[in-house]
């Protein structure tokens, strides 16, 4: 076809762009947003929005950079300033905006001249564009040292120049970590923008957030959720997914759960319990387990703390008596749920109870932080517990990440006097602030410490007057007078005053070591019967391990040192030869040979156990 063929409806003119390498590699978020506004219109934010806003309009520091975890809805608030602009609910000043996103990566490749060329005219095009553009960069630290290949210049001193003329304005994102880590050292670049802390959202914030996002959801999902399935994706993602930060560990679960529903076709309705079962999926705990409420997970504390530790009714009953008045939220909100202090000597179930407790009141004993203070003994040891600027802290990095834990501090004396002055902050304020400057908070957690200081006054104690519960109000008085002196020769006044509950745990007779002895073997079966094997013993067997594994200097511990020795290792030896067939157990019956000791002229316990092993 000739041109002077050519239609004047054919003529198509081609208009270059004025920001090409905008266009190119920055993705423009208010067009996005103008698309499906309805997606993007953001709940509980409004604060964080506004102080975007006012920074935008600052004549200094008027580039804002959001600081918070990933997930607390950083990105969300740029989306949500894009949103009120496109609806005109914003200052003259921002009227018209388009707020375009830039991902560094999109840069990496060498082509049209490599990182640092398309990065300054991405800089160039914003500047020749100010107050049309406005550039949000997220994970703005990836800026020190990217595109530098080892050169001087980098992104971040391409940057800092139209920062400082105000030739440019950008909205930046990164994390606490990483703004003490980039950003913070260069202070050339620091002092270039207006700081905006976003804080994770509180539960009952959170449940507005979701509860604002739901008709969203519902849509694209085609399923109703219910009021219920909100506040339980809050609650049980506070509980179990603790490595992350709502809102979007809420609206993980919330997603996930209605993506199940509507795949499913059968139900319609998001409730609770399908909340509940994307735990499960994820973290293998029964339903039940996850739904239960703290009112039904909380009973009986005292009977299921019995269970386990074995002979020491007075420690537990002042436990569970503590922990009942911390979660009918009678204790200080501003402190740990409770503080103890258990005091007593080797082996008699002071850190047995440590992981009853767990079990009880956050269903896994392993929601448990141990530090064995000698660790902490030296000058300076308190920086291993709460971190530095590059390393993270021991203590408050796990407590961070497990915020519904019990934190045992093992021999509480061997650990160095600044340890102690810590410890103390957490008593006080239940919380501390680690060496990234982040705020830890322990009011989730029960702080328990303990300490074989007393040992000897409580031997001499019971060899003197008996058990504990035997004792007088009056001579019981007397006696924690003088268990206080004994700590405050240790420990100052201030500290042992802290602690809400000191717990006595008293020395363990043999009827005790047998009640444990019983213990063991019971959970040893258990093990067994997952290897096709089970143990029956006799009452001689009991009698024998308590004679030969009581130990007034050491409690329990010469017990598991003699089950092993004795019962499992020959156990093991038999079992690891026996053939395995489908349906059938390997019974071990465990029997006694010989007498015991009368104890006057026959001191040497000669008795033997004996293994007879049948297939059942």
């Known amino acids: 076809m000739f041109l002077s063929e050519l239609d004047e409806t054919d003529i198509v003119i081609v208009q270059e762009s004025d920001t090409p390498f905008l266009d190119q590699y920055t993705e423009n978020l208010t067009e996005k947003v103008s698309h499906k506004p309805e997606d993007y219109q953001v709940f509980g934010r409004d604060q964080e929005i506004e102080d975007v806003g006012v920074s935008l309009m600052r004549k200094t520091k008027n580039s804002p950079l959001l600081i918070g975890e990933a997930g607390v809805g950083k990105t969300a608030i ?50 020749q564009t100010k107050g049309q553009n406005l550039l949000f960069i997220d994970e703005i630290h990836t800026i020190m040292g990217a595109g530098g290949n080892g050169d001087v210049l980098d992104a971040g001193n391409v940057l800092k120049p139209a920062l400082a003329r105000g030739e440019i304005q950008i ?30 959202p509180d539960k009952t914030e959170a449940i507005a957030i979701l509860d604002g996002a739901k008709p969203t959801f519902e849509k694209f999902h085609q399923v109703i959720i219910d009021k219920d399935a909100i506040e339980q994706a809050v609650k049980l993602s506070i509980r179990y997914i603790t490595d992350r930060f709502l809102p979007d560990k809420a609206f993980d679960l919330l997603d996930e759960a209605a993506t199940i529903v509507s795949a499913n076709g059968t139900e319609s309705h998001v409730t609770e319990k399908d909340i509940a079962t994307v735990i499960k999926r994820r973290m293998g705990i029964p339903v039940t387990t996850i739904l239960k409420d703290e009112v039904t997970r909380l009973t009986d504390v005292e009977e299921r703390l019995t269970k386990r530790v074995k002979g020491q009714n007075f420690a537990v009953e002042s436990v569970s008596d503590a922990v009942t008045i911390s979660k009918a939220g009678l204790q200080d909100e501003n402190k740990p749920l409770a503080t103890f202090l258990f005091l007593g000597t080797t082996g008699v179930g002071k850190t047995e109870l440590a992981k009853a407790l767990a079990e009880v009141l956050f269903d896994d004993e392993r929601a448990m932080i141990r530090f064995d203070m000698s660790e902490y003994s030296q000058p300076g040891s308190s920086i291993k517990l709460l971190g530095t600027q590059t390393e993270k802290g021991t203590l408050t990095e796990e407590v961070k990440h497990h ?71 009056r001579e019981f008085q007397q006696f924690m007078a003088g268990m206080e002196i004994e700590l405050q020769s240790e420990f100052r006044p201030e500290f042992i005053n802290r602690i809400e509950y000191k717990i006595i745990f008293k020395m363990l007779g043999r009827d005790v070591i047998k009640e444990i002895a019983e213990k063991n073997l019971e959970l040893l079966n258990i093990r067994m019967k997952r290897q096709q094997a089970s143990i029956l013993y006799s009452e001689e067997v009991l009698d024998y391990l308590a004679d030969n594994g009581t130990d007034a200097n050491n409690g329990a511990r010469p017990l598991a040192r003699l089950i092993n020795r004795k019962v499992l290792a020959p156990i093991a030896e038999q079992l690891i030869q026996l053939p395995k067939y489908e349906g059938k157990t390997w019974l071990f019956e465990i029997s006694v040979s010989g007498k015991a000791p009368n104890m006057v002229d026959e001191l040497v316990d000669r008795r033997e156990l004996v293994f007879d092993v049948s297939l059942r």
């Open 403 to 473: 915020p519904y834990s019990i934190v045992l501090f093992d021999e509480l004396e061997k650990a160095d006097q600044e340890v102690h002055d810590l410890l103390l902050q957490i008593l006080d304020d239940g919380r501390l602030t680690d060496g990234m400057g982040r705020l830890i908070n322990f009011k989730n957690t029960l702080v328990i410490m303990t300490t074989n200081i007393g040992a000897e006054k409580i031997k001499t104690n019971a060899e003197l007057k008996g058990d504990l519960e035997n004792l007088s109000e």
């Open 78 to 127: 740029v989306e949500g300033l894009a949103f009120n602009i496109l609806k005109g609910n914003v200052p003259e000043g921002l009227q018209g905006l388009v707020i375009r996103s830039l991902e560094l990566s999109s840069l990496m490749n060498d082509q049209d001249g490599g990182f640092i060329f398309k990065f300054k005219k991405i800089i160039e095009e914003m500047m």
């Open 171 to 200: 909205i930046g994102s990164t994390t606490l970590d990483e703004y003490h880590l980039s950003i913070e050292r260069d202070r050339a670049l620091e002092r270039r923008f207006q700081k905006i802390q976003v804080n994770e």
